[in-house]
C-alpha cells in the first residue's frame, strides 16, 4: 500500500507528463484487461506494463474503479450469510492448519474479493461469535479493522492487517490516502491559482456565506479557458470515466452550473475523452490546471474604437 | 361609411386576383406544391376560406362582410375567366348608368340581399374546398343565377351606390394628397369608372347597414346608406363612360339570385364548425393547409389544365390592360393602407407582393378566352385577371408605399431590387429599392448561439435565512437543480419527433411541483422562473429560427440571381416549409415553448399565482422605466455628438426593457386566461354565462388604465406592444368581456387615431406599433366584428388629452433589428420572394428551407471566437455572479464619467486642439505647394489622435476613484480592480466612440472647418497684396509727396550750390535758380493736369524730370 501513495504522490508531482485523456475504446480495453486482476501490488505492475503510455496514477485510478464496480456487482453473493459463514468456517479451520500462512489474502484472492472487505466481513462474523449478539457497533467495526491490535484474536488480527495493508483499493488505509490525495489536489490548484493571480472563493469561504452548493473554488473575476467561461473549478483526484463523471455532473457539476455559470473540472489524473462534451452547456474538463489561461483584460487599451 | 368601404375594396381586390393567384399554382405543371400551397393558402385566407387555420377565421369574416363582392367567392372568379366580357356588355352597362331606374331599382332588393348572397357564396366556398363536386354545383347555379332576371334590376341600383362612394373617396384621396402622402388622384372621369367598379356591389350597401359586416349572421340591410348623396355626385362629374363597369352590377344580381335561402343555414353551421376547428388548430396552423389547398387546385386546374404552358407567363408592361383602372385602384388601396383603415398594413403588403409574384395564366390563353367568353357572361371586368395587370398593381402600390417598403430589411430589399417583374414595370422603383438597400446599414442578425445562462445563486436572496425552515431550503435546493434538469432534457430531446412534453416529464414535473408546494416555497420558484425565462428568452428566439438566420446570410451575399440556381441545387436537402403569412396566430417559439408547457403541465394554481404577482410587479416596473431623450431637440443639429451617444446606449436599454416587457406580457396572459381556455368557441347561452361571471373579478392587470396613461404620457412606443402580448393570449371569452372589448377598443383607436395620422410619432416608432397591431387585430382571437365597427372617435378626445409634451413616442427607438425581432413575421416578405426566385423547381410544396448543416459553422468551434468576444463575454460573465448592484455601478460610473469626459473635450480640448490645428496650418502653408486638402485631413487625425489621449487619461483618472468609492468597502481587490478597469473601458469606449464619430464628422471637423476657412482667407488676403500695391489712393502714403521732393532737392541744391558751386561760378548762380524754376513750374502743370490717382505717373515723370534736371545742373556746373 505504501506503494500506491508513493506512486500517487509522484504522479502529482510529474504531472500531465503522459497524456491522460483517454479515449473511450481504449478505456474499455483497460477496463477488459482489469477485469482479472487482483488489488495487489503485484498487478498493478502487470497493468503498468501493459500499458506503459499511461501514468501509473491514472492506471491505479481506473483499476481501483473499476474494481469497486466489480465489488459492488458481487457484493450479494459474497455478503449472504451462509456464505459469510462458510469464508469463516474457512479462515478458521486454516487458521489452525497454517497460521502463518497469508490465510485471508489467498482465500481474497480466490473468491475474487477484496481483502480489504474480506476481513471485514471475518471480523464481523468473528466479533458475532464472541458476543452473540446482534452484531458488534459499526463504530467498534471500523476501529478493529483500522488499529488491528484492537482484535482480541491476535491471530486474526495479524491476517486482517495484512489484508488492509496490501489491498490498494479498499480498506482505511486506502481511505485516507484518498482523501489526502483530494487535499493535496485541492491545495495543489489553490496554490496554482495564487500562482497565476487569480483570486477566488474556496469553499469554506463560500459555506460561510451560506451557499448551498459549493465547488472547490469559485473565481472571483471569472476567466476563459479555451474559448469558454470559467467561474468555478472543481478539483478531482481521480479519473473520470463514465460512472463517476455522470454520478458527479448529477450530484455536483450540474449545480455549480445552475447557480454560477459554466466552469471547470479538472480530473488530475485524467478521463474519457469524449466524456467532454458538455462544453457548450457550461462544464469544460481538463486534466490538469490549465496553462490557456485568458483573463480580463485590465486598462481600457482595448477599448479602442 | 369609409368601414364598410374599406373592407369592400379589400375583398374586392382578393377576389380580383385570386384567379391569378389560383392560376398561377396550375400553369407550370412542374411548379409544384410549392407555389401552389402558397398561393392556396394566401387564397383561402383571403378567402375567407376556414382551411387555413391561421387566418381562417378572419378571412371568413371578410368574406361574409363584404359578401357584397358577388364575384370574391371563387366560383365567381372562375366563371369570370371562363367568361370574361366584352366590348358590349360594357356599352350594356353605360346604357345602364344612364338610365334614370338606378334608385329604384336599388331599393327592391336591398334587405335581403346581402343575405342572400352571402348564404349562397358561404356555401360555395367552404363547399368548394372541401368537396370539389358540389362546389361545381354551387358553380352552375351560381352561374345561371347571373344570367337571370335579377341581374338587369340590380344593377342600378349599385350603380348609385357606387358613385356616391367615388366621390367620396375622390375627397379622401384628395385629402391625404393634402398630407402629402398620397400621389395626386387621376381625373374625375377615370375615377367614377373604377369606383363604379368597385362599389358597384350591393353588398357595400348591406354592409353599411349592418356594422358588423364581418359577422357571420347575415344582417338585413338598412336602406338608408344608398341614397345618401349619390347621384347629384354622380352626375356632377364629366363622366367618360367606363367601359368595363356596367358588367358589375349584372353579376352583382347574378349573384344575389344564385344565392338561395335554404343553404343559408347549413353554411352559417358549416362555417361554425370550421372556425371552432381553427381555433383548434392554431397552435399547428400548417397542418391543415394541405389537405384543402388541394382540392381547391384541383377544381381551379381545370379551367388552366385546358392550356398547359409549362412557362409561366411572363408580365409585360405593354400587356397591361385598364391601366388608368388600375392606377386609380392602386392610389385609393395606398389611401386605406397610409391611413391606417386596413386591419392589418403588412398583411396587405404581403398581398401586394404575392401580386407581384403571381404566377398567372399565359397571356395569351386568358385573352382568348376572355374574348371568347366575354358575351356570355359579363360579371365583372377582371382587373386583376391577369399577371401583367397583377404585377402592375403591385408595383404601383408598392411605388406609392415605398417609405414603407424602403424599412424592409435588406434582404428583403434585395430581393425586391431584383426581381426582374420590379425591373421591367418600374425601372425607378428599382433604383430607389436598390438605393435603399444601400442606405439599409441595419443588419438583421441572428444572433449568437446563446449561452444558457443559470440565474446566479444571490446569498442575498438565496441562502438559507431566506427560508422559513431548513426543509425549505433543501427542498428549493434540490428543485433547482431538478428544474435545470427538465430543461436540459428539454433541450436536448423536444424536437425527436414523438417526444412529447407531459408524457416525458409530466409526472416528475408535478412531483417537483408538489414538493415545492409542500415546503412552501413557490415564491421562490416563481422567481428563478421568471429570471431564467428572461434569461433565455428575451433575444429573438434563436432556437426555432436558427436554420432561418443563415438563409438570410445567403440570400444577402448571393442576391436573388444565383440564389435560386443554390436553391435548386440543394433541392435535396430541403423540407417544405410553407409560408406562414404575415400574421401568424400567436406561438411560443424558441424556449419559450419549454416554459409555456412547464407552466401547462405543472398547472400548479400557488406556482400561476406568484408568478402572476410577479410578473405584474415586473411589468408596470418596466412600463414606468424612463428612457431619456437627447437633452435639447432644438440643438439637434449641435448636439448630435453628445446626444447620440447616450441615444444609442438609450435605445439598447429601451429595446431591451420592450422585449422582455413583451415576454413577460405574454407569459402574464398565458397564466392569467390559461384556467378559461377551451378548446372550442362555446356557444352563446356558455358565452353569456361566463361573460355575467367573469366580468365581476377584477382583472389581473387593468390594461385600459395602463393604455390610457401611456398615451397621455406619450409612451405608447412602449406601452402597446406589450398589451398587445398580453392581448394576444386572450380566451374565446375573453374578448367580449366589457373590460377587454374596451381594451381592445383602446389599441383600435390608438391604431386609427394616433398611428394613422402619423405626425408626431417617429416613424420607426410607428412601424412597429401598425405592425404589433395590425398583427393583432389579424389574429383569431380577436373580434371579427370590432375593427370595422367601431367608431375610431369614440374616445379620442380623451385620447387626444395629451398631457405631456415629450415621451417616448417622439424619441427614436425603434430600429430595424427591434422591428424584426418583435416581430419575426415580417420575415416572411423574404421568404415569399425568395421563394419566387426559388421558382417552380421545388415539388415539396412549400418555400425551401434549408436543413441545418451551414449553421454547424456559426456555432462552430469556441477559438474561432475573436479574443475582443471573449472579452466581452468574460465581463459579463464577471457580472454574472456579483451582486446585481456592481453592474449597475459600474454601468453609472462609465456613463457618468464618459458623458463628462464628452463635456469636457467639447468645451476645452477642441477649442485647444483646433488652435493648435490652426498654427500647424499656419505654419505648413507658408512652404511652397501645399496640397491644402491633403493638410488637413492629416491635421484632423492628429486632432482625432490627440483627443482619443485626452479622453484616456480623463477617463482612467477619473473612472476607478468613483467607483471605488461607490462599491462596498468589502468588495474583494480583484473585484475592485476588475470593476475599475471595466469601468474605464466603458467609460473610455463611450466618449472614444463619441469622439471618432464626431471629431472625423461634425464637431471637432466643424469647428476645425471654420478655423481651415479663417486661415485661408487671410491667407490669400496678404499674398493679394502685393498684386494690389501701388494702385489706387492709398500708394500716395508710401512715395513721398513730389512737393517734398523738390523741397530736398531745392535744399541740396542750394547746399551744392552755395558751398561748392557758387565758389566755382559765382556769376553763374542765377542760372541754376533759373533752371529750378523751370522745374517747379513743369512740376506744378503736371499736378494740374494730371490727376491726383495717376501720381504714380507724373512721380515717375517727375524723377525723370530730376535726374534730368540733375544731370544738366552737373553739365551746367561743369561746363
Same mark, same amino acid.
Given at each position: ?53 499511461? $501514468? ?22 459474497? %455478503? ?58 459499526? %463504530? ?11 482484535? $482480541? ?146 486598462? $481600457? ?5 | ?1119
Amino acid at each position: 500500500m505504501m506503494d500506491s501513495v508513493s506512486s500517487s504522490s509522484a504522479t502529482v508531482a510529474d504531472k500531465s507528463v503522459k497524456r491522460m485523456q483517454i479515449c473511450r475504446a481504449e478505456y474499455r480495453v483497460i477496463g477488459r484487461f482489469v477485469e482479472q486482476l487482483r488489488p495487489t501490488r503485484q498487478c498493478m505492475k502487470t497493468l503498468q506494463t501493459q500499458f506503459p503510455h499511461l $501514468p501509473p496514477s491514472t492506471l491505479l485510478s481506473i483499476f481501483s474503479q473499476e474494481y469497486q464496480k466489480r465489488m459492488k456487482r458481487s457484493m450479494a453473493r459474497h %455478503h449472504a450469510p451462509d456464505v459469510i459463514k462458510e469464508y469463516y468456517q474457512r479462515y478458521r479451520s486454516e487458521a489452525k492448519t497454517r497460521p502463518a500462512a497469508p490465510l485471508l489474502l489467498e482465500l481474497a484472492n480466490q473468491v475474487d474479493l477484496s481483502p480489504a472487505l474480506l476481513a471485514r466481513l471475518i471480523v464481523e462474523c468473528f466479533l458475532e461469535e464472541r458476543q452473540a449478539s446482534v452484531g458488534a457497533s459499526r %463504530h467498534v467495526l471500523n476501529n478493529m479493522l483500522r488499529e488491528p491490535y484492537l482484535i $482480541p484474536d491476535l491471530l486474526l488480527a495479524k491476517h486482517v492487517e495484512q489484508c488492509t495493508v496490501n489491498d490498494c483499493c479498499y480498506g482505511p488505509l486506502v481511505d485516507c490516502i484518498k482523501h489526502a490525495i483530494g487535499l493535496e489536489h485541492e491545495d495543489l490548484l489553490r496554490d496554482k491559482l495564487r500562482e497565476t493571480h487569480l483570486s477566488f472563493l474556496d469553499e469554506n469561504q463560500l459555506r460561510a456565506k451560506g451557499y448551498d452548493k459549493t465547488p472547490d473554488i469559485i473565481l472571483e473575476v471569472p476567466i476563459a479557458v479555451d474559448g469558454h467561461i470559467v467561474h468555478w473549478i472543481e478539483s478531482k483526484a481521480s479519473f473520470g470515466d463514465d460512472h463517476s463523471h455522470h454520478t458527479y455532473l448529477n450530484e455536483q457539476f450540474w449545480s455549480y452550473c445552475n447557480r454560477f455559470g459554466p466552469g471547470l473540472v479538472i480530473y488530475w489524473y485524467g478521463f474519457v475523452s469524449e466524456l467532454d462534451c458538455q462544453r457548450d452547456r457550461g462544464i469544460l474538463l481538463r486534466d490538469g490546471f490549465p496553462l490557456d489561461i485568458v483573463t480580463l483584460c485590465q486598462g $481600457p487599451a482595448r477599448g479602442r474604437v | 361609411i369609409k368601414e364598410e368601404f374599406v373592407p369592400f375594396l379589400l375583398n374586392f381586390l382578393r377576389d380580383q386576383s385570386s384567379q391569378t393567384l389560383t392560376h398561377g399554382p396550375t400553369t407550370p405543371a412542374k411548379t409544384p406544391s410549392t407555389s401552389r400551397s402558397v398561393r392556396t393558402q394566401d387564397f383561402s385566407d383571403r378567402r375567407g376560406n376556414k382551411s387555413t387555420p391561421i387566418q381562417t377565421s378572419r378571412s371568413a369574416s371578410r368574406v361574409q362582410l363584404f359578401s357584397p363582392a358577388p364575384s370574391v367567392s371563387p366560383v365567381s372568379g372562375r366563371g369570370e375567366q371562363e367568361t370574361p366580357f366584352t366590348g358590349s356588355h360594357c356599352l350594356s352597362g353605360v346604357s345602364a348608368l344612364s338610365s334614370p331606374s338606378f334608385s329604384s331599382a336599388w331599393s327592391p332588393a336591398p334587405r335581403n340581399t346581402p343575405s342572400e348572397r352571402r348564404s349562397a357564396q358561404r356555401p360555395s366556398l367552404g363547399d368548394f374546398m372541401t368537396s370539389p363536386p358540389e362546389a361545381q354545383q354551387h358553380r352552375g347555379r351560381r352561374r345561371s343565377g347571373g344570367f337571370g332576371g335579377c341581374a338587369s334590376g340590380r344593377q342600378t341600383g349599385p350603380r348609385g351606390a357606387v358613385s356616391e362612394e367615388g366621390v367620396r373617396w375622390d375627397g379622401g384621396g384628395r385629402r391625404s394628397r393634402g398630407v402629402g402622402r398620397i400621389e395626386p388622384v387621376s381625373p374625375p372621369t377615370q375615377v367614377q369608372l373604377n369606383f363604379n367598379n368597385l362599389e358597384d356591389f350591393p353588398p357595400v350597401g348591406a354592409a353599411q347597414a349592418t356594422k358588423p359586416s364581418r359577422r357571420i349572421n347575415p344582417t338585413p340591410v338598412s336602406a338608408e346608406r344608398p341614397n345618401s348623396k349619390p347621384k347629384s355626385c354622380f352626375i356632377s362629374t364629366p363622366l367618360s363612360l367606363p367601359a368595363s363597369p356596367p358588367a358589375i352590377p349584372e353579376s352583382a344580381g347574378a349573384k344575389l339570385t344564385a344565392g338561395s335561402p335554404h343553404s343559408l343555414q347549413e353554411e352559417r353551421e358549416l362555417l361554425r364548425k370550421e372556425r371552432s376547428k381553427l381555433a383548434q388548430q392554431t397552435s399547428s396552423p400548417l397542418k391543415t393547409t394541405p389537405v384543402i389547398c388541394t382540392p381547391t387546385k384541383t377544381v381551379h386546374r381545370q379551367g388552366s389544365k385546358v392550356t398547359p404552358d409549362p412557362q409561366s407567363p411572363c408580365p409585360d408592361p405593354n400587356k397591361v390592360t385598364q391601366k388608368s383602372e388600375l392606377d386609380l385602384l392602386a392610389e385609393l388601396y395606398c389611401t386605406c393602407i397610409s391611413e391606417n383603415l386596413v386591419p392589418c398594413v403588412f398583411l396587405e403588403l404581403f398581398f401586394v407582393l404575392q401580386l407581384l409574384t403571381s404566377h398567372g395564366v399565359s397571356v395569351s390563353e386568358s385573352g382568348e378566352e376572355a374574348i371568347s367568353f366575354c358575351e356570355d357572361n359579363v360579371l365583372e371586368k377582371a382587373y386583376l385577371g391577369n399577371v401583367h395587370n397583377c404585377v402592375y398593381f403591385s408595383v404601383r402600390v408598392l411605388e406609392n408605399q415605398f417609405e414603407l417598403v424602403s424599412h424592409l430589411d435588406k434582404c428583403t430589399l434585395r430581393l425586391l431590387s431584383e426581381n426582374e417583374r420590379v425591373g421591367t414595370f418600374s425601372s425607378s422603383l428599382k433604383d430607389h429599392l436598390a438605393q435603399a438597400q444601400e442606405n439599409c446599414t441595419a443588419k438583421v442578425l441572428p444572433s449568437p448561439p446563446m449561452f444558457v445562462h443559470s440565474v446566479p445563486f444571490q446569498p442575498a436572496t438565496d441562502n438559507r435565512s431566506n427560508f422559513s425552515s431548513d426543509r425549505a431550503f433543501h427542498t428549493f435546493k434540490k428543485q433547482r437543480d431538478v428544474f435545470y434538469g427538465f430543461l436540459r432534457e428539454w433541450e436536448d430531446s423536444h424536437k425527436e419527433p414523438g417526444w412529447d412534453f407531459e408524457a416525458a416529464l409530466g409526472s416528475r414535473v408535478r412531483m417537483m411541483v408538489s414538493q415545492l408546494t409542500a415546503a412552501g416555497s413557490h415564491s421562490h420558484f416563481a422567481r428563478l422562473f421568471q429570471k431564467q425565462l428572461i434569461q433565455m428568452c428575451k433575444g429573438p428566439c434563436v432556437l426555432g429560427s436558427s436554420s432561418d438566420a443563415p438563409d438570410a446570410d445567403l440570400l444577402g451575399m448571393l442576391g436573388a440571381d444565383s440564389l435560386g440556381r443554390l436553391k435548386r441545387l440543394q433541392q435535396r436537402l430541403v423540407q417544405p416549409q410553407g409560408l406562414i403569412g404575415p400574421c401568424p396566430p400567436p406561438s411560443f417559439p424558441g424556449h419559450q415553448e419549454f416554459f409555456k408547457c412547464f407552466l401547462q403541465t405543472a398547472s400548479c394554481c400557488q406556482l400561476n399565482q406568484h408568478l402572476k404577482d410577479g410578473l405584474c410587479q415586473q411589468l408596470l416596473k418596466l412600463d414606468e422605466v424612463s428612457i431619456l431623450g437627447p437633452d435639447a431637440s432644438p440643438a439637434r443639429g449641435e448636439e448630435t455628438g453628445d446626444g447620440d451617444m447616450e441615444q444609442q446606449d438609450e435605445k439598447q436599454r429601451f429595446s431591451s426593457v420592450l422585449l422582455t416587457a413583451r415576454l413577460l406580457a405574454k407569459f402574464l396572459g398565458f397564466i392569467s386566461f390559461l384556467p378559461y381556455q377551451t378548446s372550442e368557441l362555446p356557444s352563446r347561452d356558455i358565452q353569456d354565462t361566463a361573460i355575467t361571471l367573469r366580468s365581476k373579478s377584477s382583472p389581473v392587470l387593468d390594461v385600459c388604465a395602463v393604455l390610457r396613461s401611456s398615451v397621455h404620457r406619450r409612451r405608447t412606443i412602449l406601452t402597446v406592444p406589450w398589451i398587445v402580448e398580453f392581448l394576444s393570449m386572450l380566451d374565446h371569452i375573453g374578448p367580449l368581456l366589457p373590460f377587454y372589448r374596451t381594451a381592445l377598443c383602446l389599441l383600435l383607436q390608438i391604431y386609427k387615431m394616433l398611428l394613422g395620422r402619423g405626425g408626431e410619432l417617429c416613424y420607426m416608432n410607428q412601424l412597429l406599433m401598425v405592425a404589433v397591431l395590425g398583427w393583432l387585430f389579424q389574429i383569431p382571437i380577436f373580434p371579427e366584428d370590432l375593427f370595422f365597427s367601431t367608431d375610431p372617435k369614440e374616445e379620442v378626445k380623451e385620447l387626444e388629452n395629451i398631457t405631456s409634451s415629450q415621451g417616448l413616442d417622439t424619441l427614436p427607438l425603434v430600429d430595424q433589428q427591434l422591428l424584426y425581432t418583435c416581430c419575426p413575421y415580417l420575415g416572411e416578405f423574404r421568404k415569399l420572394l425568395a421563394a419566387f426566385v426559388a421558382g417552380s423547381t421545388s415539388k415539396s410544396g412549400g418555400l425551401i428551407r434549408k436543413i441545418t448543416p451551414t449553421s454547424a459553422e456559426l456555432r462552430g468551434p469556441s477559438t474561432s471566437r475573436s479574443q475582443q468576444k471573449l472579452q466581452v463575454d468574460l465581463e459579463q460573465a464577471f457580472f454574472h455572479n456579483q451582486p446585481p448592484s456592481l453592474r449597475r455601478t459600474v454601468e453609472f460610473v462609465a456613463e457618468r464619467v464618459g458623458s463628462n469626459c464628452v463635456k469636457h473635450i467639447k468645451a476645452t480640448l477642441v477649442l485647444e486642439l483646433v488652435k493648435g490645428g490652426e498654427k500647424t496650418l499656419r505654419d505648413s502653408l507658408g512652404l511652397e505647394g501645399v496640397n491644402t486638402a491633403k493638410l488637413n485631413d492629416s491635421i484632423c487625425a492628429q486632432l482625432c489622435d490627440a483627443g482619443m489621449q485626452a479622453l484616456e487619461t480623463a477617463t482612467s483618472e477619473n473612472a476607478p476613484g468613483a467607483v471605488r468609492v461607490l462599491l462596498p468597502l468589502e468588495t474583494s481587490p480583484s473585484v475592485l480592480t476588475t470593476a475599475e478597469s471595466i469601468t474605464t473601458r466603458l467609460a473610455t469606449e463611450k466618449a472614444c466612440s463619441w469622439l471618432s464619430a464626431n471629431i472625423t464628422s461634425t464637431l471637432l471637423k466643424r469647428e476645425w472647418k471654420s478655423a481651415f476657412g479663417r486661415v485661408m482667407k487671410s491667407v490669400p488676403s496678404s499674398v493679394s497684396l502685393d498684386a494690389e500695391e501701388g494702385e489706387g489712393s492709398n500708394c500716395t502714403h508710401k512715395v513721398p509727396l513730389g512737393s517734398e521732393v523738390m523741397i530736398e532737392i531745392k535744399v541740396i541744391i542750394a547746399n551744392w550750390v552755395s558751398e561748392k558751386l557758387y565758389k566755382l561760378v559765382k556769376t553763374d548762380s542765377l542760372k541754376t535758380g533759373g533752371l529750378l524754376m523751370v522745374i517747379y513750374t513743369k512740376y506744378n502743370l503736371m499736378l494740374r493736369n494730371e490727376k491726383s490717382t495717376k501720381l504714380l505717373k507724373g512721380n515717375t515723370q517727375f524723377t525723370q524730370l530730376l535726374s534730368e534736371t540733375i544731370s544738366y545742373q552737373k553739365c551746367f556746373i561743369v561746363n
